[in-house]
C-alpha cells in the first residue's frame, strides 16, 4: 500500500500477496518495488510502480501511477536489459557528469 494511497483514505491491510515494498523517491516521482506471491504462495513475483504526484486546478494532489509486473522467468533478462541501456546512456550521452555518490558510501 503506498503512502498517498493511506493519505487519501485507501488504507488497507497487508494482504497474504504483499510481502517485500522498498520505495525509491526520485524527484517528482516514486517507485515502489514490490515483491508479491500468488494465491496460494505457489509463485513470487514483482510489481514496479511509478507514481507521480500531480497538482490539480483546483490545488488537489492526485497520484498518477503505472505498474510493470515482471515474473520470475525474466528477471535476469529484465535486469541485463535495463543494466545494458543505462550503461549505454551514461558512455554515450553523460560522459561528463560525475555519477552520483550513494549516502552509504
Not at 487519501?8 to 524527484?27: F, L, M, Q
Not at 516521482?29 to 490539480?56: A, L, M, Q
Not at 525474466?74 to 550503461?87: I, N, S, T
Amino acid at each position: 500500500m503506498y503512502r498517498d494511497d493511506y493519505d487519501r483514505g485507501y488504507g488497507r491491510e497487508r494482504s497474504e500477496e504483499d510481502i517485500y515494498s522498498k520505495p525509491v523517491k526520485a524527484g517528482k516521482r516514486t517507485y515502489f518495488f514490490d515483491v508479491k506471491s500468488t494465491k496460494g504462495n505457489k509463485d513470487y513475483y514483482i510489481t514496479i510502480t511509478e507514481s507521480r504526484r500531480k497538482v490539480e486546478r483546483d490545488g488537489r494532489f492526485t497520484y498518477e501511477k503505472s505498474k510493470i509486473f515482471l515474473y520470475k522467468e525474466d528477471f535476469d533478462k529484465f535486469a541485463e536489459g535495463l543494466q545494458d541501456a543505462v550503461d549505454y546512456l551514461r558512455k554515450n550521452f553523460l560522459k561528463d557528469e560525475p555519477e552520483e555518490i550513494s549516502p552509504e558510501e
